[in-house]
């Protein structure tokens, strides 16, 4: 079927709007490891998908899901072992205040459930996210999308906070006084819902600011921000869909990088390798007060499939020690990153953290000024020279490197050779 074709299908069948990756969008067949092939059989190096985390069609995982399949699938109200087995494997790896789960079906079902049991514990109503952020697609979560509404929330019980950075800071200050600046911002906000009469139910961020453009955090504003949240009843939800699971390369979940624990932390994307496996993780004390009052069961949230695909996943993040690889290869990937900018004046900032890497364009240096539409070239150009990747941040200036995790230096190479090849032209 020709791509004009498959273009007025979509157009038909799921609406104009439904969006789409590129100027020339991709059409593509099959994936396999860091690989994804087009219907010309053309070859793409895959740097944009974290879901696929441990591999495209990874063979350990595949086989899990099919054994699982064929043996039994039902929702969790049996006695079955599978939901335990996984639950302690996964709440194990996670700070040790953090040890019962819930599983949901997707990122935005889990941060609904994280907003629904922070309003029922705290009696608040008020919720403080970033403003240039996205979380989700349902109603209640939809209200923290920020970054689709020009910075603002969706009702007057979610109050945007400006994101913490170091590269575009709010003053000219730095380090732990520019930390107290952006935590002020928190306690204003606190207060604010309180003078409201709406009260204060928590703060939810990414942990590492993700969809704000991976800003360098100032050290000390997370441990500041939080500190606030718990002095005024609230609590601390991280959102890990797109930080979690060995991401970061130095750590497991993206609250390691701050070294602050939330109350609950949210999870899916990577979690289930594409298939639709997502939850969080909480208190005790938070999931029992929550559990004796409210009843929540989601049909297929948790079921043997889910957790033999979840716990397959982990298998090979231990076994093919990909975090140590996000690691290794994110600092590679850094180190060129930062020759390149050396190289190209309209490269303004690199940063990140394992292989999540952003590479924020600037028409000029001095000014900031994002690079927009030379980004966007950027992405289509290394499209067509069979590199996937993205673009995020307010301005839409920030190139988004987010591999699975089996990228080699191999990989990297071949990205960073064609990156300064296609910038020489831009
Ligand atoms: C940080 C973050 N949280 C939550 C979500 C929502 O996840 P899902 O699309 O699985 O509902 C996304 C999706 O892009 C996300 O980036």
Not at 78 to 97: F, G, M, P, S
Request: glycine letters at 10%; a negative charge; charged letters at 25%.
């Amino acid at each position: 079927m020709s791509e004009e074709t498959i273009l007025e299908r979509r157009k038909r069948l799921l609406g104009a709007g439904a969006p789409l990756f590129y100027d020339e969008p991709v059409h593509i067949v099959r994936g396999e490891g860091v690989y994804l092939y087009d219907a010309d059989g053309k070859e793409y190096l895959d740097v944009y998908n974290n879901v696929p985390n441990v591999g495209h069609c990874h063979p350990h995982v595949v086989e899990a899901l099919h054994r699982q399949s064929t043996l039994l699938n039902v929702h969790t109200r049996y006695l079955h072992e599978t939901v335990l087995d996984y639950a302690e494997r996964l709440t194990a790896l996670h700070d040790e205040t953090l040890s019962m789960a819930f599983f949901t079906c997707s990122g935005t079902e889990a941060n609904e459930l994280a907003l629904r049991m922070a309003r029922f514990i705290t009696g608040g109503q008020g919720i403080i996210c970033s403003n240039a952020t996205y979380h989700g697609n349902s109603e209640a979560v939809d209200e923290l999308a920020t970054l689709f509404h020009d910075g603002r929330t969706g009702s007057k019980r979610v109050k945007a906070v400006p994101y913490p950075e170091s590269y575009r800071p709010i003053s000219d200050t730095e380090g732990a006084a520019l930390a107290d600046e952006y935590a002020e911002l928190v306690r204003k906000a606190i207060e604010e819902f309180k003078e409201e009469g709406i009260g204060f139910a928590g703060l939810l961020f990414c942990p590492i600011f993700a969809n704000e453009g991976l800003p360098k955090v100032p050290d000390t504003y997370m441990a500041k921000a939080v500190a606030l949240v718990r002095e005024a009843g609230g609590l601390y939800i991280a959102d890990e869909v797109q930080s979690g699971f060995a991401r970061t390369g130095e750590h497991m979940w993206g609250y390691q990088v701050s070294a602050v624990a939330p109350d609950i932390a949210t999870m899916g994307k990577p979690m289930g390798n594409g298939h639709p496996l997502a939850g969080l993780v909480a208190r005790a004390d938070l999931v029992n007060d929550f559990r004796k009052e409210v009843m929540y069961f989601n049909t297929f949230g948790g079921n043997p499939v889910q957790c033999a695909v979840g716990m397959a996943v982990l298998d090979v993040i231990e076994k093919e020690n990909l975090q140590e690889n996000s690691k290794l290869v994110g600092e590679y990937i850094r180190k060129g990153l930062r020759k390149l900018k050396d190289k190209h004046e309209i490269i303004g900032d690199v940063r990140g953290h394992g292989l999540f890497n952003g590479l924020e364009l600037v028409k000029d240096r001095t000014t900031k000024e994002g690079a927009t539409a030379e980004t966007s070239r950027v992405v289509n150009e290394l499209k067509e020279r069979g590199i996937l990747l993205s673009k995020i941040g307010i301005q839409d200036n920030i190139l988004k490197m987010r591999p699975p995790l089996p990228f080699s230096t191999e990989n990297a190479d071949l990205l960073l050779s064609t990156l300064d090849d296609v910038l020489r032209g831009i």
